[in-house]
């Protein structure tokens, strides 16, 4: 069982700055990737940034730059926001991928997702 816990949403006038965190509990053997995706009405949800469990990192060409993401902890992740724009409006998304055990193939998890409003 996986339980992932979200938080730091919120609003936010343009130029202004948000953190998202998410922590990841449970029975995890391993865990491939953590990351976080988002999803603007009437869009298909998009990867925003991943970093895996070797530390490697990778981010939409349109947060590059503007939005940094790192592991606190081998179940802790945070995406920090600067330079936030009207566009980055959506619903945030944890991500993960994990192994219960040794047996059983890696698994997505999602978070039930927090919203990030960009408006003046």
């Known amino acids: 069982q996986v339980q992932l816990v979200e938080s730091g949403g919120g609003l936010v006038q343009p130029g202004g700055s948000l953190r998202l965190s998410c922590a990841a509990s449970?029975?995890?053997?391993?865990?491939?990737?953590m990351g976080w995706y988002r999803q603007a009405p009437g869009k298909e949800r998009e990867l925003v940034a991943i970093?895996?469990?070797?530390?490697?990192t990778n981010y939409a060409d349109s947060v590059k730059g503007r939005f940094t993401i790192s592991r606190e902890s081998a179940k802790t992740v945070y995406l920090q926001m600067d330079s936030l724009k009207p566009e980055d409006t959506a619903v945030y998304y944890c991500?993960?991928?994990?192994?219960?055990?040794?047996?059983?193939?890696?698994?997505?998890?999602w978070g039930k997702g927090i919203l990030v409003t960009v408006s003046s």
């Open positions: 991500n993960i991928k994990t192994r219960l055990n040794a047996v059983l193939n890696a698994v997505v998890y």
């Open positions: 970093v895996t469990s070797g530390g490697s």
């Open positions: 449970g029975t995890i053997f391993s865990i491939n990737y």
